[in-house]
């Protein structure tokens, strides 16, 4: 568990005597920063008609598989997109915010899509992680 100190004792023994004991230093167990991987936006070549719907694996080695334990997966998710036509750098939307589906109906047809997720496990936040590129059809 997290802040709880762990050290070791070690007593020498032979099947005659006992040697003096001996203490190790104590280690304060901390959190496991949490992770993410196989960010991905789908599908690849999106039509102007579909969503767009995002996937990335969350990994921390204080959370359970199955989901037991004192954290869970708050990750953040931002959406950024950018005009392919005017060659414009990507822009935050900021109205999707921690959604895991775009709606076609924010969507337009030329426009490229991507997604940043950071990892969070209500202590610490993780590396963001960014998925592919996809352009809408």
Same mark, same amino acid.
């Given at each position: 568990?997290?802040? *709880?100190?762990?050290?070791?004792?070690?007593?020498?023994?032979?099947?005659?005597? @006992?040697?003096?004991?001996?203490?190790?230093?104590?280690?304060?167990?901390? *959190?496991?920063?949490?992770?993410?991987?196989?960010?991905?936006?789908?599908?690849?070549?999106?039509? +102007? @008609? /579909?969503?767009?719907?995002?996937?990335?694996?969350?990994?921390?080695?204080?959370?359970?598989?199955?989901?037991?334990?004192? /954290?869970?997966? #708050?990750?953040?998710?931002?959406?950024? =997109? @950018?005009?392919?036509?005017? *060659?414009?750098?990507?822009?935050?939307?900021?109205? #999707? %915010?921690?959604?895991?589906?775009?709606?076609?109906?924010?969507?337009? /047809?030329?426009?490229?899509? =991507? %997604?940043?997720?950071?990892?969070?496990?209500? #202590?610490? #936040?993780?590396?963001? +992680?960014?998925? *592919?590129?996809?352009?809408?059809?």
């Amino acid at each position: 568990t997290i802040d *709880n100190e762990i050290y070791v004792e070690v007593t020498p023994e032979t099947v005659i005597t @006992s040697g003096d004991t001996i203490t190790s230093s104590t280690v304060i167990v901390s *959190n496991a920063i949490p992770s993410v991987s196989n960010v991905r936006v789908g599908p690849t070549n999106p039509s +102007s @008609s /579909q969503n767009l719907v995002l996937s990335f694996t969350f990994s921390d080695a204080d959370v359970s598989v199955t989901g037991e334990g004192s /954290q869970s997966n #708050l990750s953040t998710v931002k959406w950024y =997109k @950018s005009n392919a036509e005017t *060659n414009s750098e990507f822009v935050e939307v900021t109205t #999707l %915010a921690n959604v895991s589906v775009v709606d076609p109906s924010d969507t337009t /047809q030329g426009d490229r899509w =991507k %997604a940043i997720v950071t990892p969070f496990d209500g #202590l610490d #936040l993780g590396e963001n +992680s960014e998925s *592919n590129i996809v352009t809408i059809g």
